[in-house]
């Protein structure tokens, strides 16, 4: 069974601060994307990294996929209220053609 | 900006009755998800059609829910009978054909049954 765990399950810190999520596997996945959800909404795709070790960057948020292409973190620098919600992962598996395996998610609360 | 459209937004139901849920995916997406979502955790796939035909249904359950493309556009998911145990919300999500496209998801149906 493929599994992408995701770490911390739950995070709260003040505002300003910074914050690591990670998403790690013992697959390897073609592609990983990552999501934001909000309450009551549906997830949000932020991301899409593929090629291993990519960096990519959203104005504060910093996506990496690992060298192997098992793990991705998400890196938020200076975090807002609004950087508040559920992070999901989801990767598609190399050996399969249609399969997205998801996350548990980290729940993220930034206080003011 | 095109959504997935999602109906209806809540539903409240006595368990052993009949719910359906209908989505209509964006346009022009040929992949279309349902997925259940328990509170604070990530989804799980219920089933996924690729135009009218599903592609994976393995993890629904299949003596009570049942999910439908007919023309390979809108879709139903119907669940009967309702049990406790289901209530959750569910998801739709539509992507493009190929293999890396992301998902976009509905705003979803949260069933309480009682």
């Known amino acids: 069974t493929q599994l992408l765990e995701q770490s911390p399950q739950f995070l709260s810190i003040q505002e300003g601060e910074n914050l690591t999520v990670y998403c790690n596997s013992s697959s390897v996945f073609s592609s990983l994307q990552w999501y934001r959800q909000e309450p009551g909404e549906g997830p949000v795709l932020l991301v899409t990294?593929?090629?291993g070790g990519e960096v990519k960057k959203l104005k504060r948020l910093t996506f990496q996929f690992g060298d192997a292409r098992k793990d991705s973190s998400l890196h938020i620098t200076a975090a807002q209220p609004g950087d508040t919600g559920l992070y999901l992962c989801a990767g598609r598996p190399m050996d399969s053609n249609y399969q997205l395996i998801w996350g548990a998610g980290t729940k993220l609360i930034i206080k003011p | 900006e095109a959504e997935v459209a999602q109906s209806p937004r809540y539903k409240i139901t006595e368990k052993s009755q009949a719910v359906a849920f209908w989505c209509d995916p964006i346009s022009g997406h040929a992949t279309l998800y349902w997925y259940r979502q328990i509170l604070g955790q990530g989804p799980e796939l219920l089933v996924q059609f690729q135009d009218e035909s599903v592609v994976d249904d393995s993890q629904l359950p299949k003596d009570r829910f049942s999910a439908e493309r007919l023309k390979g556009v809108d879709s139903t998911l119907k669940i009967q009978p309702a049990e406790l145990g289901d209530s959750a919300m569910y998801l739709c999500?539509?992507?493009?054909?190929?293999?890396?496209?992301?998902?976009?998801f509905g705003n979803g149906t949260r069933l309480t049954v009682t």
């Open positions: 990294v593929v090629t």
């Open positions: 999500a539509s992507s493009r054909r190929s293999y890396n496209s992301p998902l976009h």
